[in-house]
């Protein structure tokens, strides 16, 4: 998809600042993405347009169409931009990561799978088990929420009062326990519009991750939504998220955050983009404005708020 020349590799990636605003058409080679060609991709597809930007005159408009059967187990439509490998960040080092994003109309209200971002660890052949993203940006009856994964630990893993969403006793957090895939997901922050009942899975509780609820995300409805993201996975306790929308500071997630195991590889890595299990009709996003760095300032908007993160 691009016949741009290839950026020189760096010899250090963690410390290389990454950007694209997306003005041309094609990919930036200074950003460092591309959109990968695969059987589930074919249902997506990419347009550098200017008719709906953040900033600038360029952004990306990602769509997907129907592609397999909804019936069809684990079947799922994409048009997902990723980080090309050679440019990935070790595992478990802090990096920065922002991006805008606009849901285009009609907006999904169903309760479906939406991803609009995710974040994931890199699996070899060899693997064993499918692992999903440590974090993740998805949307649910029109709602946006934000899940992390972990391992699933004995530690601290109880039932929550009543198994109801958001029941947890002080120090909780809300999670998911999956025992057949040795994962738990927990629900880490949502817009203002979300309810325990939209989280109906997230029935249990657990020390292993620790929230700190500092705001709500925007509604998918309320325009342009730029993020500002810090990803340190630490699948033995030592992880840290940060999250930010609009300037305005989101939550912090510590603890255990992503996974441990046979064939997972030693980066991290980022992809942006809508991914939905199958359903009928075109879902597009629109993105602008992506950048990556190990530095605060270089993605956060509001400087002054990198000094307040610990």
């Known amino acids: 998809m691009s016949l741009l020349a290839a950026a020189p590799v760096p010899a250090d ?19 460092g993405l591309y959109y990968k060609d695969n059987a589930e991709q074919r249902a997506g597809s990419v347009e550098f347009q200017g008719a709906d930007v953040f900033e600038g005159k360029g952004a990306l408009k990602l769509s997907v169409r129907p592609l397999c059967n909804a019936a069809e187990e684990g079947c799922s439509e994409r048009a997902e931009i990723w980080e090309k490998p050679e440019l990935r960040a070790p595992y478990e080092s802090p990096v920065w990561f922002g991006f805008a994003v606009k849901f285009a109309e009609p907006i999904p209200d169903d309760d479906h799978r939406y991803l609009i971002a995710q974040w994931k660890r890199e699996i070899e052949a060899d693997a ?13 009856n029109g709602k946006l929420f934000i899940t992390v994964e972990t391992d ?3 530690e601290g893993a109880t039932t929550g009062a ?3 969403q958001n029941a947890c006793p002080s120090g909780g957090t809300p999670v998911w326990l999956r025992p057949k895939v040795k994962q738990m997901r927990a629900f880490v922050a949502g817009d203002a519009a979300w309810s325990p009942e939209d989280g109906g899975e997230f029935a249990s509780c657990t020390t ?3 929230v700190t609820s500092r705001g709500e995300l925007p509604k998918p409805s309320s325009g342009w939504i730029d993020f500002a993201v810090l990803s340190k996975p630490g699948p033995n306790g030592d992880g840290h998220i940060e999250i930010f ?11 255990r955050i992503g996974h441990q195991g046979k064939g997972l590889g030693p980066n991290q890595y980022f992809k942006f983009g809508p991914y939905r299990a199958a359903r009928d009709g075109v879902w597009s996003l629109y993105y602008d404005d992506f950048r990556r760095s190990p530095d605060c300032r270089d993605v956060l908007r509001d400087k002054a708020l990198c000094a307040a993160i610990k």
């Open 13 to 31: 990636p963690l410390n290389t600042r990454l950007e694209d605003r997306f003005e041309g058409q094609d990919f930036s080679p200074e950003g």
């Open 128 to 140: 064993e088990g499918d692992y999903s993203p440590f974090l993740a940006f998805r949307m649910r």
């Open 208 to 210: 292993a991750i620790q």
């Open 152 to 154: 699933l630990f004995d």
């Open 245 to 255: 929308a609009n300037k305005v500071w989101v939550a912090t997630i510590k603890g």
């Open 162 to 164: 009543g198994n109801v």
